[in-house]
């Protein structure tokens, strides 16, 4: 069994950074996009940013700009910087990595933006 580990969430001010790192227990095969979701309280799950195996990204209109998403598939993980962070950036933010078929999730990571 496949689990992702998250790691950087936290509390940061408007204006600042925070880097999320997730990384595969063991190493995935057949992966075709790697990707970071966020889930805010009260509200419905939503994609952040996604990169594929081409290393193609697409990134929420709310981010483009601010985030970046990066992949080592050497070491399955899969990255997000988040720069210039917004009060309404906080969620809790989880990875995900899609197989052939289905995929895995993180266990999810809070990030909160406030002053």
């Known amino acids: 069994q496949v689990q992702l580990v998250e790691s950087g969430g936290g509390l940061v001010q408007p204006g600042g950074s925070l880097r999320l790192s997730c990384a595969a227990s063991?190493?995935?095969?057949?992966?075709?996009?790697m990707g970071w979701y966020r889930q805010a309280p009260g509200k419905q799950r939503e994609l952040v940013a996604s990169?594929?195996?081409?290393?193609?990204?697409n990134y929420a209109y709310s981010v483009k700009g601010r985030f970046t998403i990066s992949r080592d598939d050497a070491k399955n993980t899969v990255d997000l910087q988040m720069n210039s962070l917004k009060p309404e950036d906080t969620a809790v933010y989880y990875c995900?990595?899609?197989?052939?078929?289905?995929?895995?999730w993180g266990q999810g990571s809070q990030v909160t933006v406030s002053s």
């Open positions: 063991r190493r995935i095969r057949s992966i075709y996009a």
């Open positions: 995900r990595i899609d197989v052939e078929p289905g995929g895995y």
């Open positions: 990169i594929t195996s081409s290393g193609s990204t």
